[in-house]
């Protein structure tokens, strides 16, 4: 199916353990996002990529790391979970670098306890 | 610095009746503006979107909004609500300053929209 996709929906984890979060788009979008929801800050900006092999820094990026050697996936790791990485995060990609219209995944929730 | 603030995290009102979800930006530039839409359980959806030309301008579901530069806001309206629009709303900007901005959206914390039959 055409679309963007998650993987996983839901993850529980422990603290200090690596998590990776997938993220995969068949439009062949070459700007992708990652966010992250948390009540009473809506979302914040992540990382983001231009292209394959061309990625940086958004608001929070501190304690994550991404890669795009491919256009069509954007996998976000946690290198060690802190409790304070439990959210809800959300992968996105645009056709247009001033993203008039970004179509978002359906989310991941996760959980460091 | 771009931001984005929007005015009450709960709006309730009864079906039929005006949804009104305010929303106020600041930009150093002339700005794109966003709603999004995220009903449960959901990615975000886009609603409508300023970027230039008509102030008015009308998304999906009978939602519009007005870009008014001189109050700095781009507030949510739909003349009658309907059951089916619950949901949280989210306002956003971008600064389209070009470069290496790519477009990043900085988005409101988010209302959530309740509707009473």
């Known amino acids: 199916d055409a679309g963007i996709t998650q993987s996983p929906r839901y993850k529980i984890t422990e603290t200090g353990r690596q998590v990776t979060l997938m993220c995969h788009q068949t439009?062949?979008?070459?700007?992708m996002f990652w966010y992250r929801q948390d009540l009473g800050h809506g979302l914040r900006l992540i990382y983001y990529?231009?292209?394959?092999?061309?990625?940086d820094k958004g608001e929070v990026p501190d304690g994550y790391v991404v890669s795009r050697s491919k256009t069509e996936n954007f996998p976000l790791t946690l290198e060690s979970a802190t409790r304070s990485q439990t959210s809800v995060y959300f992968c996105?990609?645009?056709?247009?670098?001033?993203?008039?219209?970004?179509?978002f995944g359906s989310g991941t929730q996760l959980s460091v306890l | 610095a771009q931001s984005v603030t929007q005015l009450g995290s709960h709006v309730s009102v009864s079906e039929g009746a005006l949804v009104l979800l305010r929303c106020n930006y600041s930009s150093s530039v002339p700005p794109y503006l966003f709603w999004y839409v995220q009903y449960p359980n959901q990615g975000l959806q886009l609603l409508l979107k300023y970027t230039t030309g008509a102030t008015l301008v009308k998304g999906i579901n009978g939602f519009e909004a007005e870009f008014k530069k001189s109050e700095t806001s781009f507030h949510l309206t739909k003349p009658s609500a309907h059951m089916s629009d619950a949901a949280e709303y989210f306002c956003a900007v971008s600064d389209n300053a070009g470069g290496t901005s790519y477009g990043k959206l900085t988005f409101g914390q988010g209302t959530i929209l309740t509707v009473h039959p």
């Open positions: 439009w062949s979008h070459s700007y």
């Open positions: 996105a990609s645009s056709e247009t670098p001033r993203a008039e219209k970004l179509f």
């Open positions: 990529s231009a292209a394959a092999d061309i990625t």
